[in-house]
């Protein structure tokens, strides 16, 4: 099954690639695409804010972070065309964490999850890390960027 057909399955429509600052939403170098890191925005606002443990919930942060795969994969396939032939190699999810928060694997597990659903168990399974911080931008719950790698 292509890539387009699996997101079609899974009820997504990759979203229109829009910055909220001067960078570039993805960038290629040889076979490597690098984007950069994705807020969970969806309709032009975040569809969560605030931070882990201080009221916002692990499922309210799981969310987010499928959103911010969801636009992690419309800046590659912006980039490139199209995602077909696209694997993962890293995962860095970034979450905004009250102090004694020490569940952000499963917060990231949001975008791991959508990841794998899209490309399969090996396409879309890479190494990962998931970092707790005090704040990311807008009050953005979480941050996710992504490693890929194409033919």
């Known amino acids: 099954m292509s890539i387009a057909d699996r997101l079609k399955e899974l009820g997504i429509d990759l979203p229109l690639v829009s910055p909220v600052a001067i960078y570039k939403p993805a960038v290629r170098t040889g076979n490597l695409v690098f984007v950069s890191g994705q807020l969970p925005m969806k309709d032009g606002a975040l569809v969560a804010t605030g931070r882990l443990g201080a009221g916002v919930s692990i499922e309210d942060g799981k969310a987010a972070a499928r959103q911010c795969a969801i636009n992690a994969l419309a800046a590659a396939q ?39 659903d899209v490309f399969g168990d090996d396409a879309g399974v890479g190494s990962r890390t998931s970092i707790g911080l005090v704040s990311l931008p807008l009050n953005a719950p979480v941050e996710v960027e992504l490693l890929l790698e194409v033919k």
Do not use: C, M, W
Request: glycine share 10%.
């Open 78 to 116: 912006h980039l490139l065309g199209t995602l077909e032939g696209a694997r993962v190699i890293r995962t860095v999810g970034y979450v905004a964490s009250a102090p004694e928060f020490v569940d952000q694997p499963q917060v990231v597990n949001g975008a791991s999850e959508l990841l794998k």
